[in-house]
């Protein structure tokens, strides 16, 4: 069995080979490597920001149907790491382990296959490499260090964590560091360029973390050309594990004249330069080594067809992990679940999820902070928390209903989540899921205040279809002498508990008109609450009844929301 897919060198080089050396040395040396890589970086990129793109007409379940062709989250299931942590935190079944398991099948045939040929940060980190790493050297390091092995102490710190409940891949995992570092780049870039600067919301604190660790990510590569997939990255450490299992690896034939040239142009340091023979545990296949090879000594075959090639390097004792290091990320890896543990426990008001959304502690556990769901939000009614909510919540999604209502027509992002952390509902069982409950604030309230007339919550309400908004008289006069008078007060907004989802639709109106262009109020009078009886978390079926599912049993109504409420209202209720 042989996998050639290089471009032998040649003694004097054919208009191709010159033509690719323009582009780079490893272009002439492995141009299919290099085009499979770019096609799958365009791909990544088209999904996103055209796929993910929620706008195109009034029904955004059918655009965002039309344009993913290719599932949006694709690349999320196919990071190991990302599904062996939700997994390993929910201590239940992944879907996305099914995606994540064929490609580790792929790579038995094809060691680090994923890190050679369809990484997509990989290929940005190449072309950061490309353009500028190559061309600062002040901050280069030796080959060998105390970081070479780095990225088994973060898998096994982040595995760790996650068996004790605390999922923390999306810090260090692949592809979510790309996906989230492109949202919150170039994602306010995609909406203020064609919609509006207007749309783009605030930044927090942990939008500024993000991209400051995805810069570092790349920053790396001034330490060495691909820093972060040869020594940190843990997605591929689970490749790297996995390559004990492989059936083709590289060999080197005894025509070898020692040259070195195989050595340095190698991208992931897998080359002994000693005997130029493979540290099987980094070697991607991506035969980069074989096209600059002039005595062409280098080929890739099956594991048994040794043939005249000198001996492999024994990957274990090429690994060669410390005690003390594998101690000291296991050590982390609880620390750091413990700690963010204790903060999550601190936490006691709810925060309103997306519809769909399953229980509080399995949303945790499932939410890789990925990104996805803010892409294909319209008029980003999801938005990431910072560190206000503790490191736990940090980067997961809100709904910020004084930003904008969610649209009783979408249901994008329990489409694209990746774990199930949001479920991908049907658009009828959507519009009458409950995200919260929308409270009137009497105190505030234009017409309970008896300031003025007011009915845009009412209008906006209907408008939706969910008609969970009414008008009553409320309020006690009296007359001349003193004896009550019912219903002789202002027509006021009432809430019906048992029609109301917490769209958010009435606070954005409020908030919009009464806040921030009449500035007759400080902070808006409606505003959606989640907490118990207020909110459907479950995770599976339905508790609703559908228009289209009526076998459903219909929920008992929560209490009235404007009497009592404890830890779960606000300070203006309680």
Not at 96 to 118: D, E
Not at 214 to 231: D, E, H, N, Q, S
């Amino acid at each position: 069995m042989r996998l050639d897919m290089f471009l032998p060198s040649q003694r004097k080089p054919n208009r191709l080979r010159r033509a690719l050396k323009r582009i780079g040395a490893t272009w002439a040396s492995s141009p299919v490597r290099r085009v499979v890589q770019a096609g799958c970086f365009l791909l990544l990129l088209a999904i996103f920001f055209y796929g993910c793109w929620p706008y195109g007409g009034p029904d955004y379940v059918t655009t965002l149907r039309s344009r993913n062709l290719i599932p949006a989250e694709s690349f999320l299931n196919i990071d190991p790491l990302v599904s062996l942590s939700t997994a390993l935190a929910a201590k239940a079944w992944v879907f996305s382990l099914t995606w994540a398991g064929v490609l580790l099948v792929v790579c038995v045939l094809i060691p680090r296959g994923f890190c050679g040929y369809i990484c997509p940060l990989g290929t940005l980190i190449d072309l950061f490499d490309w353009t500028i790493g190559k061309r600062i050297k002040r901050f280069r390091v030796e080959r060998d260090g105390w970081w070479v092995h780095l990225k088994y102490y973060l898998l096994l710190g982040t595995l760790i964590s996650s068996m004790l409940g605390i999922v923390v891949a999306g810090f260090v995992a692949a592809i979510p560091v790309l996906t989230r570092g492109l949202l919150f780049l170039l994602g306010p870039v995609q909406m203020g360029g064609l919609k509006g600067w207007y749309l783009v919301p605030p930044m927090n604190a942990g939008h500024w973390f993000s991209i400051a660790l995805f810069i570092v990510v790349l920053a790396l590569g001034l330490l060495r050309p691909r820093f972060w997939c040869r020594y940190v990255c843990p997605s591929g450490a689970v490749f790297s594990v996995f390559n004990f299992l492989r059936v083709s690896e590289r060999k080197v034939e005894s025509t070898c004249i020692d040259c070195d040239k195989c050595r340095k142009i190698c991208p992931f340091d897998a080359i002994d330069p000693g005997n130029f023979t493979t540290r099987t545990a980094d070697c991607t296949l991506c035969q980069t080594c074989a096209g600059v090879c002039p005595t062409h000594s280098i080929k890739f075959v099956g594991r048994a067809d040794a043939g005249d090639a000198r001996s492999v390097v024994d990957a274990t004792g090429q690994i060669a992990l410390s005690r003390r290091g594998l101690l000291s990320g296991a050590a982390a890896g609880a620390v750091l679940a413990a700690g963010i543990g204790k903060a999550r426990g601190a936490i006691s008001l709810p925060i309103v999820r997306p519809p769909g959304s399953v229980p509080e502690a399995d949303f945790l556990q499932l939410c890789i902070r990925c990104g996805e769901c803010f892409k294909v939000c319209p008029n980003n009614v999801l938005q990431p928390i910072g560190f206000s909510r503790g490191l736990n919540n940090l980067w997961t999604p809100q709904v910020v209903a004084n930003w904008s209502g969610c649209e009783p027509s979408c249901n994008n992002c329990g489409q694209v989540c990746p774990t199930g952390a949001i479920r991908p509902l049907p658009i009828a069982e959507k519009r009458v899921i409950r995200m919260g409950l929308a409270i009137v604030n009497e105190k505030t309230c234009l017409p309970f205040a008896g300031r003025e007339a007011c009915q845009m919550c009412y209008d906006e309400c209907a408008a939706a279809g969910y008609n969970a908004i009414e008008f009553r008289r409320v309020g006690v006069q009296v007359d001349d002498s003193g004896a009550p008078v019912e219903g002789s007060g202002m027509v006021c907004p009432v809430v019906l508990p048992d029609k109301c989802v917490g769209c958010g639709l009435c606070q954005t109106r409020c908030h919009v008109i009464n806040v921030k262009q009449k500035k007759l109020l400080g902070v808006t009078a409606i505003e959606v609450m989640a907490g118990p009886g207020r909110e459907d978390r479950l995770p599976a079926g339905s508790s609703r009844v559908l228009p289209d599912h009526g076998h459903h049993e219909k929920p008992t109504p929560p209490a009235p929301t404007t009497q009592g409420g404890g830890d779960y209202l606000p300070d203006f209720l309680k």
